[in-house]
């Protein structure tokens, strides 16, 4: 008796962290608010729209996060081995102008934008952030093909590009 309740508990345990990652963004996320380097207002759908028909990058980061400053060197590699894919930086910063001169520090090329609702945020949540900087890949017909990577150089971000 004491084995199969150890083996409900193994199983139980098991499957209780497996969770499947979604392949599409939740209408929450989607309809998230986002600020541009313009300062003006856009929906994390019109983001994707914006570059529907490209396979996407999408690197969420802060300028004051060290793993993501370290992480920069790596996305530029990126950029230049795959030239056709889109990279979208989405920023933690606590501050538009600590975000804004952040990317002008480190020389950061792709389109900019700042979320303003943060972590806790409708994409926030979705993503279930809990580390930046954190990526993503997006394909051409918007479907998620990488949830969670923590690191730009991930073999799974290559392969998928």
């Given at each position: 008796m004491n084995k199969i309740k150890y083996l409900l508990v193994v199983f139980l345990v098991f499957f209780s962290c497996y969770a499947q990652e979604p392949t599409v963004?939740?209408?929450?996320?989607?309809?998230?608010?986002?600020?541009?380097?313009?300062?003006?207002?856009?929906?994390?759908?019109?983001?994707?729209?914006?570059?529907?028909g490209s396979n996407i990058v999408i690197d969420i980061w802060a300028s004051w996060c060290k793993d993501c400053v370290g992480g920069i060197p790596k996305v530029k590699e990126l950029q230049l081995e795959y030239q056709e894919t889109t990279y979208i930086f989405l920023s933690l910063d606590k501050t538009q102008d600590a975000w804004k001169r952040g990317i002008e520090k480190h020389n950061i090329k792709g389109d900019h934008y700042f979320m303003q609702s943060g972590w806790k945020g409708a994409f926030g949540t979705f993503t279930g952030l809990d580390w930046i900087p954190r990526y993503m890949v997006v394909d051409k017909q918007g479907n998620i093909k990488l949830y969670k990577s923590v690191e730009a150089d991930d073999k799974k971000i290559k392969d998928l590009l």
């Open positions: 963004f939740s209408n929450e996320a989607l309809n998230d608010t986002f600020i541009n380097l313009k300062g003006e207002t856009i929906i994390f759908k019109d983001i994707l729209n914006k570059h529907k």
